[in-house]
Each structure stands twice: as C-alpha cells, then as structure tokens.
C-alpha cells in the first residue's frame, strides 16, 4: 500500500495511535513490535474501541477487509509517513537535544514562544525513533513552531531524527555523561549529539548556542549560529542576578527576567527561553510571563511540602551529570538538615562502579545530616562516614522512613527511572 494512500487516511483520522490503552474514536493505529510484544495482536481491539483504521506488517493478524492495511513494516510506514507529512508544514521546526535539561528547555521554550506563537512541543519525553515520527504527526496546518525534543544512546540516531524532522534551528543543552552504555565514551556522546549540529551546518539552518560552553562554540565555528549568554561572543548577553534563592532571575538590557526556576544548574534552561524568545522578537514582559507560567513537575526539579519537610523531587532520571548538578542545586538552596536519598544511575556500562564511587566521594565532603542509598550499585560504594543508610529498594527505604518522624527536613530525592524513587515520597 502506498505512503500517500496512507496518507490520505492519515488526514481522514482523528490522530495516530499506537497504544490501545489511549485509543479513541476515529484513530489511525498502527501496530508496532518491541522486543517483548507485538502490536499486531492488538489489530482487532483497536477496531473495536473505535480505530479507522489499523496499520498492520504481521499478515497473521491481516484480515482482508478496507480497514485494514497491510505493510511490510508498521515502523519504518510511520516514519515515511511523519516525513511526508513534514514536508507539507510551513511550521518552523526546532530541534532540542543534550544529555541533561533538555525536557526542561523544551517546556520552558514552548512556554515563552506559545505567548505569541501557534507552538506545539514533543509530549513528555516522546523524543526516540518512535516518538519524534508521532510528534511531527501532531502538527497541524495551523502550527507556526513545532519543538521536537530528540533523544538518543547511540551514533547515528540523533542524525536519523533529523532525517525525519528537519528542523530549522536546534538547541543543545550541554554534552555530560548519559547512556554512556551505548555510546561508549564521552567523545562518542559530543559526536552523537553533535549530529544536530551536522545536519544544521548542511542544510543551512541556525544553531541556538550557550556562549558559556567553550565545546559548543568550537564544534559551531563554521555553522550560521546565534548566540546567548555572559560572553564577549554573545549576541544576547543574559547575566544571572539572582540564583541561589528560591527563583532564578536574569537580566538582559536592564531588564529583570523572573522564573519559577531554582539551581544555578536550571539557568542555561531558563536563558535558553528567553534567547529564543528575543529571537522571535517576542515582548520582554510576555518572555516573562511564559517563564512564570511554567513550574517544574513530573518529579523534576520539583520541590514538594509534606508537612514541615520540603523535598527537591528530582527523580525522572539520572546520569553522573545530572546528579552531580541536582545535588549542587540542593545544596545551594538548603542550609541545614538535609537528607539526600539517591537512587541507582543506569546504563552507565563499564564506568557504573567508577561514577557511583565519584557520587559517594563528593558526598563525603558535604554537610549533610543523613544519606540513603538505593540499589545495588550504590550498596557497592565505599563510603567513610557513619552517617548514611543502604537498601536495595525503594520499599525498604519507605518502611525505614516511614518508622521515623521527621520535622523541618530538607530531603532531595535523585536517581534514574527504573529506582521509583517518587513512591518513596509518602513517607
């Protein structure tokens, strides 16, 4: 069956889905296969709760009726078909990627942009071969700036999604120590993430630059560029005048921009928006209204007030980076009692042992009250002060904490994914 024919079902269709436990009336469903599932399987189900129509590439499940149309493969047609449908939109694309912050930068930039601008960005964290093709797909004639948020553990994939995407302008936030399993090394991470920037230099598109990474700004020398920050090279120079307190501010021009943000490690994120507001020519006081309106949430750099305790929930993910910068953060904005509960870092391969090491080294030179460690990577560490707790769950944390009381405690929750730190919160 043919891309345009697929097509034409694609804008008959209410949207595209690939989950039945989202499905809704009018939908295109398209049956994926992962490495413990088949899509395929779910073909008739998806009719039945309301599906147009189902895209299928397993001939088991294929029933010779109109509504349903049988592929070679359900993947690669999704892809084919966002490209098409990317071909068709005048919507400017931005492409984000980076190792920490870039979900962050992406909700905060489509806050600032959405003031003025018809602007869709990449729901969640749906940035992988499956989800850039549904972000693309959820664009719609009317949008002016789609922002697509790219993820990526190995060479060549960033390279792929742009394939697809084809942004105009790309952001990306730094080069630190994430999915070092897949890529190998620190120099393999730049080169992966650095495929944004490739793409950009051949198609003659422009890359959003924080002028205070002196990689970044080599690896861009011959790129069209812009660039922000407190550099001499800066086209905008954003300072910081505020940090260590409960909000970021920044100033450019004489002009105080407010955020809801805390960290000196959230600031290239909040001075990414306002440099792609002022790059859109978008009012300084609408800048700063799309700042205030956004607030970290799904565990985030969020803090959370549980009675007399204030907890930083910093828990989606984690990477010595990111760790290292979550707890800095902490440590900024509290000034006693403080309890750290770090969970387990994945896909970190052969550096696991070393990175963790390097977390329970920095920790050892910090005023902190207690210290609760979760897994068994960080149950392997050598950690010379008395002052600290080992479990290997979540679970057993929970009942440690939950046999305690606890009064005007400042606890920082940071590990990766899989650790489910947030359902130690209740404690």
């Known amino acids: 069956m043919g891309i345009e024919y697929i097509y034409s079902l694609y804008l008959s269709s209410s949207k595209i889905c690939t989950d039945t436990r989202n499905i809704s009336k009018n939908v295109l469903f398209f049956c994926l296969k992962g490495e413990n599932y088949d899509g395929n399987v779910f073909a008739e189900k998806a009719l039945s709760l309301g599906a147009n129509y189902v895209i299928v590439d397993n001939s088991k499940y294929f029933k010779n009726k109109s509504n349903y149309i049988l592929v070679k493969d359900s993947l690669k047609t999704l892809q084919e078909l966002a490209k098409l449908h990317r071909s068709k939109l005048n919507a400017k694309i931005i492409a984000i990627t980076g190792s920490n912050g870039k979900t962050t930068s992406k909700e905060l930039i489509y806050s600032v942009l959405s003031q003025k601008f018809n602007t869709v960005s990449t729901i969640g964290n749906l940035n992988n ?222 550096y696991s042992e070393s990175e963790h090491q390097k977390i329970a080294n920095k920790l050892q030179k910090i005023d902190i009250e207690l210290l609760i460690l979760i897994g068994k990577k960080f149950s392997e560490v050598d950690y010379e002060k008395n002052n600290f707790k080992k479990f290997n769950n979540p679970e057993d944390a929970s009942k440690f904490l939950n046999n305690k009381k606890w009064f005007n405690k400042n606890f920082l929750l940071k590990g990766s994914r899989k650790n489910k730190l947030e359902e130690i919160i209740n404690f």
């Open 129 to 350: 071969h499956i989800g850039v093709p549904l972000s693309i797909l959820s664009l719609s004639t009317e949008t002016e700036i789609g922002i697509i948020e790219m993820g990526a553990n190995h060479l060549n994939e960033i390279k792929f999604l742009c394939e697809i995407a084809n942004p105009q302008i790309g952001y990306i936030t730094n080069f630190g120590k994430a999915h070092l399993e897949g890529f190998g090394s620190k120099i393999s991470i730049i080169k992966g993430k650095s495929e944004l920037y490739n793409y950009l230099k051949e198609t003659n598109g422009l890359a959003i630059i924080n002028g205070n990474d002196k990689k970044q700004l080599k690896l861009t020398q011959k790129n069209k560029r812009f660039i922000f920050g407190n550099n001499e090279k800066a086209d905008l120079n954003i300072t910081p005048k505020n940090v260590n307190s409960n909000k970021i501010i920044l100033r450019y021009n004489n002009f105080d921009f407010e955020s809801n943000m805390i960290g000196s490690y959230n600031v290239s994120n909040v001075s990414v928006a306002i440099a792609f507001g002022l790059f859109f020519k978008i009012p300084k006081k609408n800048i700063m209204q799309g700042l205030k309106k956004y607030s970290a949430i799904n565990n985030r750099s969020q803090w959370v007030k549980k009675g007399t305790n204030l907890i930083l929930m910093d828990a989606y993910n984690a990477n010595p980076s990111s760790m290292k910068a979550s707890i800095n953060a902490f440590i900024e904005n509290t000034k006693k009692n403080r309890i750290i509960i770090l969970g387990d870092m994945e896909e970190l391969g052969k």
